[in-house]
C-alpha cells in the first residue's frame, strides 16, 4: 500500500540511511525509499536446503500468483518445475484455490512464499494440492514466519512433512518441528 511510503519517509526522517531486507512482498516497496536499499532473496538458501534432501519428482508450487517470481527463481535453481495456485478470500483468514496451473499428479509438493501468517494459505495450498494428487509428503517454506494467531495450531494439524523458514523473525518457544534457515550468510556478504 501506499502508506509503506508513509513509513519510509519516517524511517529516514529518524536518521536510517541505509536499509537491509528480506525477500520484500513488493520489490515496488524499494523505490518508496530515498536512501539506498538491499533486498536480499533467500530462495538460494532454500534451493541449497532442498537439493541436498534428493526429494522424490519435486515440484516448486506457489501458494497464490504473488509469490510467482520468487518461486520462479527456486525452481531455477533446482531445475524442477513451477506450478502456481491461484487463491481466492472469500471472507477474512477463509481461503480458497479455485486454479491449479501444473502438474503436481504423482510428485513431491514443496509449497513455497514469501511468509506464513496465520497459515491459512499454505494450509489450503496443502488441501488444494492433495486434491490434485500430490504426493502424500508436502513440504511448506517460506522466508518470513510470522506465525500469528491459530497458525501454529493449524501448521500442526496440516502435517506437513517438513517446515522450512529462515531466521528472519526469531520464533516463539512454542514453536515445534520448524526447520530454520539462517540469514547470516546473506547479511556477510552486504555488511
Not at 531486507?21 to 530515498?34: A, K, P, V, Y
Amino acid at each position: 500500500p501506499i502508506s509503506v511510503k508513509l513509513i519510509a519517509d519516517l524511517l529516514v526522517a529518524a536518521g536510517v540511511n541505509h536499509v537491509i531486507t528480506f525477500d520484500l512482498h513488493s520489490d515496488q516497496i524499494e523505490g518508496f525509499f530515498s536512501v539506498p536499499v538491499d533486498n536480499l532473496h533467500c530462495y538460494g538458501l532454500f534451493a541449497k536446503y532442498f537439493a541436498k534432501k534428493k526429494l522424490k519428482d519435486p515440484v516448486i508450487v506457489t501458494t497464490d500468483v504473488g509469490a510467482a517470481k520468487i518461486a520462479q527463481r527456486l525452481s531455477g535453481l533446482l531445475k524442477i518445475p513451477l506450478a502456481l495456485l491461484h487463491k481466492m478470500r472469500p471472507t477474512h483468514q477463509r481461503v480458497e484455490h479455485t486454479h491449479l496451473v501444473g502438474d503436481v499428479q504423482g510428485r513431491t509438493v514443496i509449497l513455497f512464499d514469501d511468509m506464513i501468517d496465520t497459515a491459512s494459505s499454505i494450509c489450503a495450498a496443502k488441501e488444494a494440492v492433495m486434491a490434485h494428487g500430490a504426493l502424500p509428503q508436502v513440504y511448506a517454506a517460506a522466508t518470513h514466519a510470522v506465525l500469528s494467531g491459530p497458525a501454529h495450531k493449524r501448521l500442526e494439524a496440516a502435517k506437513f512433512a517438513e517446515i522450512v523458514v529462515t531466521d528472519t523473525i526469531p520464533l516463539r518457544e512454542s514453536a515445534k518441528n520448524i526447520t530454520v534457515l539462517s540469514v547470516a550468510p546473506l547479511l556477510k556478504k552486504v555488511l
